[in-house]
């Protein structure tokens, strides 16, 4: 009951944002019924995480249906959802009232994390694709928003990309629907070698369909084409979740398939995992030296997500309990630091109207505290020690070595670290033009507008401090969070 | 005998005579006689449904008192009924949307003979699904034919004259060789009505006899309804007929018309011939391939196209291609989905072509999809129901465009030489129905500089055919099952 609660009363909100016309004058209101829902849909997933239990929705067709179940992987991808939206949404409380059509965010931004609440949920492989396809609409006018030619362009190769990597995925669960009729998601899988006798290469091509189709969300290569286009476009907040959590889905979209539906022992490997792993690792170097290329502030982060979302992809194609442990980890990790990191580059832009990273110089003397929460989330990412990044990386690198997948499992570690220098050359130059300008400097541009000191509103800097510190934090005591990944691990490996 | 038993004869018969008498009288009442006739119809063909249901077994029911070889005979059975029940919604639905326009493009003394013309075809539709005879089959194809005519080119305008000519030309070389084929047949079995022609044909079969003359036979009548149901390569009148005529035309032209056609080749091909015939000759086989390049051609026209009719009807070549590639897999899963999708292609593509009016109407008549920028504003509702359209189009699941791909694509594992292309041509068919149908949808809702005026409203009657359309959809997405099993029965009646 409660996680219907929590897939449908944001949705229900969002529309009702959508269709009242007369809130635009009231802005107090908006946006205290949109925090409201916001911190409401974070209470309602957590205690319907709690609650535990399952609901079957609809009967599609006498094989097909549509149902809620609540288990670990979709708790943990829910709770992290709902938070991130949260400290997102109240973030773009402030942010949008520097843009137009709020009320329109604020209802489809409503509505994205109720639908995603239900992909999280989904008992069966069926449900999630349903609630995947219509996150991808539903998230469509957020990316949309600035409805500029560019935004415009940016929203159709969103949509394109997406739709061709769900159809990519949808041959797949035709095939697989076909073979084991039964798509409920089970621990392990469900494929038996003796459904698919004689069948075996169709299964694994199939597999590798739904891992790239369903990998267009996570920005694998070679569909990751939309992600450093569509993701600048949107406003801040939008980006932060689009980036942080979002392609996210992607993640829990192949886990789903690769260890709750075939089971990871049919594609051990196999020549799937092989690709897998090269793919991921591929995405992840290219990513990492796109970013680093990129001038753009907004566009560099999203070059950033591209690669850091593929150490999770990486994680999981090693079919390893270390490195699931390390991909699940690094999920939260990443979706933290992104949002921080985000979130900083919105609250940059509103005050400064400053988007290319040459333009940064001196940022120090504007938003101190900002550009601190800043460096803790860079910190992070990269991979320094006590901070996040480093405990998922740590088990990644381990959980390679030790998978047993031959020369690939030895290069993994190697690109993760050669990706971890370029993400500290990509993300540290901010904060250290920030802080130190340099003696030619003269902060001509800060003083005459008045900008020296001009910290974030609190409704901005407040989440990037939040999120700032929790990368660090989650790094000193990942404890909880290892075990809860080491138990996945161990029911699903 | 069950009094239930005579209705599909009784409402061939009234289609018919409320035609004969709508041309003597005005054409409000014309139209009115029209809408309940169809009404009446559609109750009848639902009784006949229920009847078959529950007594489990189809009948065959004599017209007039001649004998084999000759008679008319029409048979009624679960699939029949089904399927002329949901001719009836549809067709209802579209004359009750397009009602205004009519009377806007339809010149006021010859309205009556629109409501004719739409009498016409009813019953012709009716008799297509329920004939049991080859050669009632032939004349009904000939009165669908003309009727199809007379609603194209009644909205007396330039373009849609010569969409009616050109329709008229294809049209009669798909009956003239629908015609060679009968009289082929004839010559060589002495039979014309289905149940003793399909014992003959097996005869000819099993001894080996005529196999070239068969041969001639199954190709011309398989091109023959082909042409007439806008099979690509044969689809060049489809685009204008469809994008010209009057609203409630286009729905039924599109929704229907092809259809019927369809339908008689399914029940020719698993009614009169043998099977050994159908593996000797590859028609399946050709169906298939050209159903495959229609998918891919219609989508990649549609794509090319600027003006929003023009696209909805190219996107019917690709729709017609997915029904052809289900009945070329050959299997009674393959068939179960191609019926499936001709009736859920209808129900969506008179939607399609219902709401794409209101959204003219709200953008100043302009029909290229860039002046229907901010229609979705400018008149809600229409958008709302060209939305669902689109996406059942391109097969969003909980949309009846899902459950066709669904069992499109299941059906195909049955049949390992067809698997592969089946399954790649419906992923790219659909990534690229997607292309075209979301571009629209997004021009939609994207707003325009210059102010929108207030909001647009349709008559009641639009609003309430575009409502029940979407119903439509949903009920075909959401409880597909009865309706796939009721095909399946009716498909093991068949034979």
Request: charged fraction near 10%; include cysteine.
């Amino acid at each position: 009951m409660l996680m219907l609660l929590a897939v449908f009363v944001p949705i229900l909100a969002g529309v009702l944002v959508l269709a009242l016309k007369n809130l635009k004058e009231n802005r107090g209101v908006l946006t205290g019924c949109f925090t409201a829902v916001l911190a409401a849909e974070a209470v309602l997933v957590i205690l319907a995480v709690m609650g535990g239990g399952s609901v079957t929705l609809w009967k599609l067709t006498d094989t097909i249906t549509l149902g809620l179940k609540i288990d670990k992987v979709g708790s943990l991808f829910a709770v992290l959802t709902s938070v991130m939206w949260l400290l997102a949404g109240i973030h773009s409380t402030s942010y949008m009232k520097h843009e137009h059509d709020e009320q329109r965010f604020y209802g489809f931004y409503l509505i994205v994390v109720g639908v995603l609440a239900g992909l999280d949920f989904s008992a069966d492989l069926i449900t999630m694709y349903v609630f995947y396809e219509m996150m991808t609409l539903t998230s469509l006018p957020l990316v949309l928003h600035e409805l500029t030619k560019e935004a415009i362009h940016a929203g159709l190769k969103y949509l394109f990309y997406s739709v061709a990597g769900a159809f990519l995925a949808l041959f797949g669960i035709f095939f697989l629907a076909n073979v084991c009729g039964n798509l409920q998601f089970t621990a392990g899988g469900v494929v038996t070698p003796d459904m698919i006798a004689g069948k075996e290469g169709l299964l694994l091509f199939a597999v590798f369909a739904m891992i790239v189709g369903f990998g267009t969300k996570a920005g694998m290569f070679p569909l990751h084409g939309w992600l450093p286009t569509a993701h600048p476009v949107a406003p801040a907040p939008a980006s932060a979740v689009l980036s942080g959590v979002i392609t996210k889905a992607g993640v829990i979209a192949i886990i789903r398939v690769v260890y709750f539906i075939v089971g990871p022992v049919m594609i051990r490997g196999t020549w799937v995992q092989y690709a897998w792993m090269v793919l991921a690792l591929l995405t992840v170097f290219m990513g990492s030296m796109l970013a680093y290329r990129e001038k753009v502030m907004k566009k560099r982060f999203a070059y950033s997500t591209v690669s850091q979302v593929s150490y999770v992809l990486f994680g999981l194609s090693l079919l390893e309990p270390t490195a699931f442990v390390g991909a699940l980890c690094h999920v939260v990790f990443h979706s933290v630091i992104k949002d921080a990191l985000f979130l900083f580059a919105g609250a940059v832009i509103v005050r400064t109207g400053w988007t290319r990273i040459e333009q940064l110089r001196g940022l120090g003397r504007i938003m101190p505290k900002a550009l601190a929460f800043y460096t803790l989330a860079a910190l992070a990412l990269i991979g320094i020690p006590p901070a996040s990044g480093f405990v998922s990386k740590w088990y990644l690198a381990t959980g390679s070595l030790a998978s047993g997948t031959g020369a690939l499992g030895f290069i993994g570690p190697v690109i993760l670290l050669i990706s971890a220098l370029l993400t500290a050359g990509y993300l540290l130059p901010i904060m250290i033009q920030g802080y130190f300008p340099g003696q030619d400097f003269d902060g001509q541009e800060i003083k005459e507008r008045g900008l020296e000191g001009k910290e974030p509103e609190p409704a901005m800097l407040v989440p990037i401090g939040i999120l700032g510190i929790a990368s660090l934090l989650l790094g000193c005591f990942p404890g909880p969070l290892i075990a809860f990944a080491r138990s996945v691990a161990e029911m699903v490996l | 005998m069950s009094f239930v038993q005579n209705f599909p004869f009784f409402s061939i018969i009234i289609a018919m005579f409320s035609g004969i008498v709508s041309a003597v009288i005005s054409g409000k009442k014309a139209r009115n006689l029209s809408i309940f006739a169809i009404g009446v119809t559609t109750c009848m063909s639902a009784a006949v449904l229920a009847y078959t249901w529950k007594t489990g077994e189809s009948y065959t029911y004599m017209m007039g008192h001649f004998p084999a070889p000759w008679g008319n005979e029409i048979r009624a059975g679960v699939l029949e009924g089904l399927t002329a029940l949901m001719f009836g919604v549809v067709m209802l639905l579209s004359v009750m949307g397009g009602l205004d326009h009519t009377e806007k493009d339809v010149e006021g003394s010859k309205l009556n003979l629109f409501y004719i013309m739409i009498d016409l075809m009813l019953s012709s539709l009716l008799a297509l699904v329920y004939t049991n005879d080859l050669f009632t089959a032939y004349v009904f194809v000939e009165i669908n034919t003309i009727a199809g005519c007379g609603l194209i080119m009644i909205r007396q305008w330039g373009r849609s004259l010569s969409a009616a000519i050109r329709y008229m030309v294809m049209s009669s070389l798909g009956s003239g060789l629908f015609l060679i084929g009968l009289s082929l047949l004839y010559d060589v079995t002495g039979q014309l009505l289905m149940i003793p022609a399909k014992e003959a044909v097996a005869q000819l079969a099993a001894t080996d006899a005529y196999v070239i003359p068969m041969l001639v036979i199954l190709a011309v009548i398989s091109v023959g309804l082909a042409i007439k149901s806008g099979l690509y390569p044969f689809h060049y009148w489809i685009p204008d007929t469809y994008a010209y005529a009057t609203p409630a035309a286009s729905a039924v032209l599109s929704g229907l018309v092809s259809k019927g056609y369809i339908f008689l080749l399914i029940k020719i091909l698993y009614r009169v011939m043998s099977p050994e015939h159908l593996m000797e000759s590859y028609t399946l086989d050709v169906l298939y391939w050209f159903g495959i390049a229609g998918m891919m051609m219609g989508s990649i026209h549609a794509i090319q196209e600027k003006d929003t009719g023009r696209m909805i009807a190219y996107s019917s070549v690709a729709q017609i291609g997915y029904i052809y590639m289900g009945i070329g897999l050959g299997t009674q899963a393959g068939t179960t989905a191609a019926i499936f999708h001709i009736f859920s292609h209808g129900a969506t593509k008179a939607l399609l072509f219902i709401s794409a009016v209101g959204l003219y109407e709200a953008s100043g008549g302009e029909r290229d999809y860039l002046s229907l920028r901010g229609a979705g504003y400018r008149n809600p509702l229409a958008a709302i129901g060209f939305t669902v359209g689109a996406m059942s189009m391109v097969g969003f699941p909980m949309l009846s465009g899902f459950i066709s791909k669904l069992l499109f694509a299941t059906s195909a594992f049955e049949n390992t030489g067809k698997l592969l292309p089946t399954l790649i041509a419906l992923a790219i068919s659909t990534t690229l129905n997607a292309v075209y149908f979301l571009r629209l949808v997004i021009s939609l809702y994207r707003p325009e500089k210059r102010k929108v005026d207030e909001v647009h409203r349709d008559s009641w009657n639009l609003r309430l055919a575009v409502v029940c359309f979407i119903l439509l959809n949903l009920v075909l997405g959401l409880f597909s099952q009865p309706i796939v099993r009721a095909i399946g029965q009716g498909l093991i009646m068949f034979s």
